[in-house]
């Protein structure tokens, strides 16, 4: 009988209900109790794949594992209760047999059951034994019970034995197998990253995917027939600048034990990690040993004499000391803006710059996501430590965990607390290669659980670091590009408070034509970063330099320099016809009054209160436009605006409302009784006002019209209503 299960009733989405007029199979062996309790309605009803919205994960070899174990076991323990069954079943009609005589022995049969209620669970059992044979086997207990159950009986109880002491030897094997892979069975992300993370790690795909978001925005603008967007086309965020010290001590760890890194440019990388990183992203410099700090310290004794010290190392020469010539950073004005709420610094680099920037930050991000994690794990034993001493009055121990006591996984000796601790130790014990790979990630496992495939590929990303390391302290161009932002810095033109951005617009321009120039083979990105409230974050973008590239590199420096002596502060100083090489584009007179608004925005903002009251304007400089470099011709990027706006001036405009309004309206009136007096006969007012009321003698529709005075903020306004006795037909 075919069923449409579709058709028929339904009970949530996964079962029927069999038709009434559907007949049950016959069922044998049912007691009162099977035929109160046992379901004969209500059937499972598959839902397939392309019928439900639900994506299903496919398992993973470690489940496969798991499930595989799982079934053996569930296969084995079915074997032996069907065998425990028949062999009490027969147990039973051998006592049976005992309490009967001779005769009744020999007329005794047994039914297709064998002595017990199913006819399938111990004819399965016996040809389970017996194999070919179990047909006659079966037959001989049914027609001579008294000779064959003794038999089998034996057989089966044989067959108990070694099939337990089997159990016990699958036992210690399935136990290994879980404890070795369930943990791996619950982590359903940590192949698929592994095998991606190695892909998004490398420098082509960091490089791809900035570009791709660069030409996207480039086609949706050709696509509009606009100008192409300018902002950052990445942005990135630092929340806990404590991770760095964790970061740079990983890097730093490495570093030290590489023997294909000279020891100068260890050297340079540590100064890298523990005071340039640190300085860019408002935080506290790391500590150098003590032969570097006695380095530094000569270093700022010897300023006055040598004010080239805060750049890049190049050389020995000139009869200094060779070591001090190794110090790239000072600690000269490097920190001033750390304990700003908003500032920001400005850092235009290079491709190389580029990785190392986003793999610094990658670091950085999976590190505070297992330092969230850890912490996340001691609340949550605490309060379950709280909860069972006040609720059950208990001390639980660490051993107590369920999956330790189903044996699923080893105790750990590591308390919850010291996990991040140990998971640093753990990294650098991988790095130096005195911890395996697979142990490395089954410990992490155990203490993160699913959370621990972030931790597997640390010891990849810090050789990426470490190799990008390398180029920015030995390629030229990575050493212009620092050397660029130092002088940069000393002038102000890298950064500072974000209050006071629009006063350096000039200065940072300048700076960016010479970091294209600088860059002129490879890419040059802008990276800014910002600080507020406390958090730091990194903004990245790739500028276009094509058609500064095709200009005369003659050009860009006179134009650098043009720009620099008009809008710089020490342009002052210098007269305003000395050395341009361009016609001058600026009025002196313009000049002039710039500057002196320049020196009161810069005395206003020290006191950011002060400047508030004093100046009473909000005001926000977003305005971008771009020079071509042969003409000077300016052209204003489009979405991009200046506004200013002096507070209070709505709550003024709103109580003078009603004075202006009145004045206007007393003024409108006037020019139009003018305007009546000298177009308008009293006769013509008449017709008007008569066919406003619906007085006049044409043929209208019966209606009443009625006028209302009313006062709209002070003034008199004249409402018509119009009530039909009936309503006008439709046009």
């Known amino acids: 009988m075919e069923i449409d299960y579709a058709s028929c009733k339904r009970l949530g989405s996964s079962y029927r209900a069999l038709p009434k007029s559907y007949q049950q199979p016959k069922c044998t062996g049912r007691t009162p109790l099977c035929k109160e309790v ?61 309490r009967m005589s001779a005769e009744e022995q020999a007329k005794f049969r047994l039914d297709n ?74 982590d359903h992300q940590g192949i698929n990253f592994k095998q991606n993370d190695t892909k998004v790690l490398r420098s082509k795909t960091l490089l791809n995917e900035i570009e791709s978001i660069y030409d996207e925005r480039q086609e949706q603008a050709s696509e509009d027939n606009a100008i192409p967007l300018t902002g950052p086309h990445m942005t990135r965020s630092y929340e806990d600048k404590q991770i760095l010290e964790d970061a740079a001590s990983l890097i730093i760890h490495h570093v030290k034990r590489q023997t294909g890194i000279q020891k100068e440019d260890k050297y340079k990388i540590k100064q890298v990690i523990y005071h340039f990183i640190p300085d860019l992203l408002f935080a506290q410099r790391g500590e150098l040993s003590d032969v570097e700090e006695e380095e530094e310290a000569e270093m700022e004794l010897d300023e006055g004499n040598d004010k080239k010290h805060n750049g890049v190392a190049s050389g020995g020469g000139g009869g200094g000391s060779p070591t001090k010539s190794k110090l790239m950073f000072s600690n000269t004005n490097a920190q001033k803006l750390r304990g700003s709420e908003e500032a920001y610094n400005l850092f235009y680099v290079n491709n190389n710059w580029y990785i190392f920037l986003r793999l610094h930050q990658i670091l950085c991000s999976r590190l505070l996501h297992i330092y969230g994690q850890a912490e996340k794990q001691i609340e949550e034993d605490c309060r379950e430590r709280d909860w069972e001493k006040e609720v059950l009055g208990l001390k639980r121990d660490k051993n107590d965990n369920p999956a330790i006591q189903l044996r699923l996984k080893e105790p750990m000796d590591i308390e919850v607390e010291d996990y991040y601790s140990a998971f640093l130790e753990m990294v650098k014990n991988l790095l130096d290669g005195n911890m395996d790979a697979s142990q490395y990630e089954d410990t992490l496992r155990e203490m993160f659980t699913i959370h621990a495939y972030v931790g597997f590929t640390i010891d990849k990303l810090i050789h990426n670091i470490i190799r990008q390391l390398q180029h920015l302290v030995s390629d030229d161009v990575c050493l212009q590009v620092v050397e660029l932002y130092l002088s940069e810095r000393r002038r102000g033109a890298a950064g500072g408070s974000l209050t006071s951005q629009c006063v350096r617009a000039g200065w940072e321009t300048s700076y960016q034509w010479k970091a294209e120039r600088t860059m002129a083979d490879e890419n040059c990105f802008k990276v800014m970063f910002m600080q507020s409230k406390g958090q730091v974050t990194m903004t990245i973008e790739l500028l276009d330099t094509e058609e500064s590239q095709t200009d005369d590199p003659l050009d860009v420096q006179h134009l650098a320099s043009y720009m620099e002596q008009y809008v710089g502060a020490e342009a002052a100083q210098c007269h305003h016809t000395e050395g341009f090489y361009f016609k001058p584009v600026f009025l002196p007179r313009n000049l002039r009054k710039f500057r002196k608004w320049q020196i009161k925005q810069i005395t206003a903002m020290k006191n950011r209160r002060a400047w508030r009251l004093g100046l009473g304007v909000e005001s926000a400089s977003n305005l971008d436009c771009r020079f071509k470099l042969n003409t000077h011709k300016m052209v204003f990027v489009m979405n991009s605006e200046d506004y200013m706006y002096r507070r209070g001036a709505l709550v003024k405009a709103r109580k003078s409302q009603y004075v202006v309004a009145q004045t206007q309206h007393q003024r409108f009136g006037e020019w139009h009784q003018k305007w009546l007096s000298q177009n308008v006969t009293g006769e013509m007012d008449t017709v008007v006002q008569d066919w406003l009321m619906g007085e006049e003698e044409e043929e209208m529709v019966p209606c009443k019209t009625t006028r209302e005075t009313v006062h709209v903020n002070g003034i008199p306004v004249h409402r018509y209503q119009v009530d039909y006795s009936k309503q006008p037909p439709s046009p």
């Open 38 to 98: 046992l379901n004969d309605t209500w059937v499972s009803f598959p839902s397939w794949s392309e019928d439900s919205t639900f994506v299903s994960s496919k398992k993973t070899q470690y489940e496969e594992h798991i499930y595989r174990c799982e079934d053996e076991r569930f296969e084995l323990d079915v074997v032996l209760e069907t065998n425990l069954a028949t062999m009490r079943v027969l147990e039973t009609v051998q006592k049976k047999l005992s």
């Open 113 to 186: 059951t064998l002595g017990g209620s199913s006819e399938v669970i111990h004819r399965k059992a016996i040809q389970r034994i017996y194999g070919e044979k179990a047909p006659d086997i079966i037959d001989g207990l049914k027609k001579n019970p008294a000779v064959s159950v003794p038999i089998v009986l034996k057989r089966l109880k044989t067959k108990e034995e070694e099939w337990r002491e089997a159990q016990r030897g699958f036992n210690k094997i399935w136990r290994e197998l879980n404890e070795k892979y369930y943990l791996k069975s619950l």
